[in-house]
């Protein structure tokens, strides 16, 4: 038996699109003499779709795909991803579900039965879960059908759940395990699902194709990297990683195979990469080109400036320089240095003169109030205005370039440098893009430069230059210091007494903690977030604003 | 047997605050010589908690409590609501439960088996749903205890249940049902809530005694309205609306109640106090006393002001007047006169400099370009940097003043109109404010006067006054049109061919659903809203951006 797993960047609604790309794989497949192909998980209509599953008629188009699909299945079985109606009135109106048609029948359909509702995920919102377990036979196979989730609790060893769908289905004896998922990356993630799909084939003794969606639905990245594991635990294949891949196996060659093909996971490559894919894609699915952003001088900005440039092109990439009265002059040489460098376009705008406009229409109420955060606010607030004056002007979207280390902190002025249409580095902290800039300066770029990002924008100390002499560390503790700290409490969800335990100084803990949460009311109107660690700000992580708990 | 219900508006994260109202309550049930009082759902530490549930220290907390609860239940049953551990590894590490403490002693619990897991609740996401079903006996009475949605399954007719909690309960044979809520506002929602409370008890021929939140928690309303309802489905009480209240009551009493104290239940009434109450206790739970907005002369920001000042005092609230250079003379005359019928402090500061030297910084950029959006935008956002100069300076939080309307196709400006902490009116349609202006201008005010909102401000055509004679109804259908089509599509998510089939021209439906779509990127930055219908955007209304579904 041939199999084709295809690995596809599906978009959110876009039905006609999916279809298309999906027909072209089985006409592929087809050629390749694939018996069987198999789609990602909610193939048809993308993945999240979140609230759209609400709508009568998005159920409706997800089914004319299937419909659509099913006319081509005439000698080749496709197993594909779509909602399905739960025919029960009690409980959810549908079913996540893996549909495998066949010569113009659906032959069978099984529904995932272990709902993430955690971190992104809100699949229990939407789905029921499924309480039943039927193997199909195709071919002289027996194919265990499962989605996603259902083998991410093996031999029910995950606290989360209370079943194992594949445990189930074993007494039926299958032959191969299908796996249909649409399973976002993280920087930790690929390693992870390779070690799941072993444990799996491992205790079942038989190979798993496991097909995952691939590119950028906003905050989410897909990674890809479908697997083929042979039943000896060997990664027969690995996909790539952040493209559209499809790929035909003999399952003789996978339930012999003795090879392991797994790719390098190189942290810092990987975040480099996935938001590349995280910005392309967010402008190609809104039907945009061009980008603007403000560049500083600092690290952030030309951190995002470059993997702007790698993502649309340098010629879709404007940059703003805004220097204030406070700003040195080597950041505005360091900006057109890396500008020049990437091959991008620049304007200067220095934003003083609507600096003093706003303060002398304020004259009268600011009297005998001294210069504070106000001010430094105002100005950041004035580079947002004129980023998204040129944006509205020429249709680019802005990119934020604020880090997660500033985000966690609410070191930032909503309505200032927090205005954008996409974080880039929302979910990266500030000394993993100290080892970000370290990787882009390592490769090859332009005229194969020493690095394309100028090593005064790495070296100075990080400023938001909005007085005289600022320096980040003013207002934070280093970098350093900080990073360790929120990750243990925002990946991990150390609470204060264990921080403390685990050597951070009580006031320290005590502080960093009261700012993350008094500022949640800034990260509630922050730009959405590319997600790259298990725990990004958005959806994934949903705290009270007025919540007075560590505050 | 004598029964208190003690409604209570507590803060999440609040443990000490929470726990200080809940031992005075106590107090005064043992001074009223009540066997038995009863809280909320979640009581210790607020709803809705989120992602603080995640912390091992926040449960902690919780228990730490309860604890300090059961000391004081010598003579007196406590009825609470807390998250408890689930003692099994598989599953959810948390139940959603009620406490009965007792003499010290916690003498039953009971978890919550039915998890809202829609609209704004997330309730899967933490917690395992409970599978026994024990009535607790307390002083002779045999008690079914029951958490919030557990009732709203009446004999499992409720489509997104599969049990009845309560129907589960039965064969032991209670005297009594117990509800422990936090049941959130919706101007439909208090008459929904008496009539399932009806249903249960003309089911199981008992009393019930409904014990709900009051109060806001940022976005999300409680409005309290906790009921005692007689085995004949007679309402023998029902508390106040958005008030805490404690109340002791007779069972025996209750038992032969032969009446019915329902309160009136006016939408726009309703709507009103709530968004009072919304924005006092959004201030006061974040330690802020001081408002500002901009009042622009039209409806919204009128509305905005009065709401204000009346859940924070007139002396809590200042508003600018930013005139434009487009901006009618009777503008500035409407919004002065508001200001002056409120006695807030106003100040008046026309934003034309900062405008022109935008313009004049951008000029070179803009070369040539019409005056557009763009132009309208940065005065929109002028607008906006001036108000948080002044939140900044001052320590106020903006309001935000937004309607529903505009918010659902996108009529506004993201950093400009749309900055604000939280945005009052972002979940009322234009054509309610009217309602909601007549309203305000039927109640005695200041000293008064026939009308505290200006004639002139609610008879004007609406209009952003950002380019010259300019009209909402330039980019918008009229709003009694358009409303009712935002309705069904928001409220009660109705597809286009269902929106047609209504009536609804083809070519609107297509037109304002491909707005509301395409808008998602500058909801997903909005303020909180201040929830009043049973769909709001925010947390409820969960969208993706890159979605391409009706766009």
Same mark, same amino acid.
């Given at each position: ?21 999906? &027909?072209?794989?089985?006409?592929? @497949? ?10 990602? *998980? ?18 409706? !188009? ?29 409980? =959810? ?11 113009? *029948? ?20 939407? /789905?029921? #879960? ?41 007494? %039926? ?16 993630? @690929? ?16 190979? $798993? /194709? ?11 990245? /897909? ?7 042979? #039943? ?6 690995? $996909? ?6 499809? =790929? ?10 003795? !090879? ?44 995002? @400036? ?31 240095? &890396?500008? *020049? ?10 934003? =003083? ?71 880039? &580095? ?11 800039? =370290?990787?882009?300066?390592?490769? #090859?770029?332009?005229?194969? !430069? ?31 210091? &900080?990073?360790?700290?929120? /990750?243990?409490?925002? *990946? ?32 509630? %109107? ?26």
């Amino acid at each position: 038996m041939r199999i084709t797993l295809s690995q596809l960047n599906l978009h959110i609604g876009n039905f006609e699109g999916n279809l298309a790309k999906m &027909l072209a794989a089985v006409e592929t @497949a087809k050629s390749q003499k694939a018996d069987l192909i198999c789609f990602p *998980e909610l193939a048809v209509c993308g993945y999240p779709a979140r609230d759209f599953f609400e709508f009568d008629d998005f159920i409706h !188009r997800c089914q004319h795909s299937i419909n659509e699909l099913r006319k081509v299945s005439h000698g080749i079985g496709i197993v594909v991803g779509s909602p399905s109606r739960n025919p029960v009135a009690a409980g =959810k109106d549908l079913y996540n579900s893996a549909y495998f048609l066949y010569n113009g *029948e659906t032959i069978g359909i099984q529904h995932k039965a272990l709902l993430p509702t955690y971190d992104i995920f809100d699949e229990y919102r939407y /789905f029921e #879960p499924a309480t039943e377990f039927k193997t199909i036979d195709f071919k002289g196979k027996r194919i265990a059908l499962s989605i996603c989730e259902d083998i991410w609790n093996v031999g029910n060893e995950n606290p989360l759940y209370t079943i194992c769908p594949l445990d189930e289905m074993m007494p %039926q004896k299958p032959d191969l395990i299908l796996n249909l998922s649409a399973s976002p990356f993280n920087y930790a993630h @690929a390693q992870i699902r390779i070690q799941i799909a072993k444990v799996n084939v491992l205790r079942y003794k038989i190979p $798993m /194709f496991y097909t995952n969606q691939v590119g950028g639905q906003t905050d989410v990245i /897909f990674d890809g990297g479908s697997l083929v594991v042979s #039943p000896n635990g060997m990664v027969f294949d690995e $996909m790539p990683y952040f493209e559209e891949c499809l =790929k035909t196996y003999d399952l003789e060659e996978v339930v012999a195979g003795d !090879r392991n093909h797994e790719q390098p996971k190189d942290k810092i490559q990987l975040i480099h990469d996935a938001l590349v894919v995280g910005i392309r894609d967010y402008f190609q699915k809104l039907g945009f080109k061009k980008a603007i952003l403000g560049l500083s001088g600092g690290i952030d900005s030309a951190v995002t @400036a470059v993997l702007a440039a790698k993502a649309l092109g340098p010629e879709n990439v404007s940059v703003l320089l805004m220097p204030s009265q406070f700003s040195s002059d080597h950041s505005v040489d360091d900006a057109r240095q &890396l500008a *020049e460098n990437l091959g991008i376009q620049y304007d200067i705008v220095a934003i =003083k003169p609507m600096f003093d406009a706003f303060e002398t229409a304020l004259a009268q109420q600011f009297a005998g109030q001294p210069f504070n955060v106000t001010e430094e606010n105002i100005q950041a607030r004035v580079r947002g205005t004129l980023l998204m004056a040129m944006s509205n002007k020429f249709g680019h979207i802005l990119l934020n370039t604020t880090n997660k280390s500033e985000m966690s902190v609410g070191y930032g002025t909503l309505y200032g440098d927090m205005c954008g249409g996409i974080a880039v &580095l929302g979910d990266v902290y500030k000394t993993e893009i100290y080892e970000l800039v =370290k990787y882009i300066n390592s490769l #090859p770029m332009g005229e194969g !430069r020493g690095g394309v990002v100028p090593q005064n924008t790495i070296t100075k100390p990080p400023s938001a230059e909005l007085r005289p002499g600022q320096k980040d560390t003013d207002s934070l503790p280093p970098y350093e210091i &900080l990073d360790p700290l929120l /990750f243990q409490y925002i *990946e991990c969800r150390k609470g204060p007494n264990e921080l403390i335990a685990m050597g951070f100084e009580a006031s320290l803990v005590k502080r960093v903690l009261r700012m993350v949460n008094i500022n949640e009311f800034k990260r509630e %109107q922050a730009a959405p977030v590319l997600r790259v660690s298990a725990k990004a700000f958005g959806m994934g992580r949903r705290m009270p604003i007025v919540g007075k708990y560590l505050s």
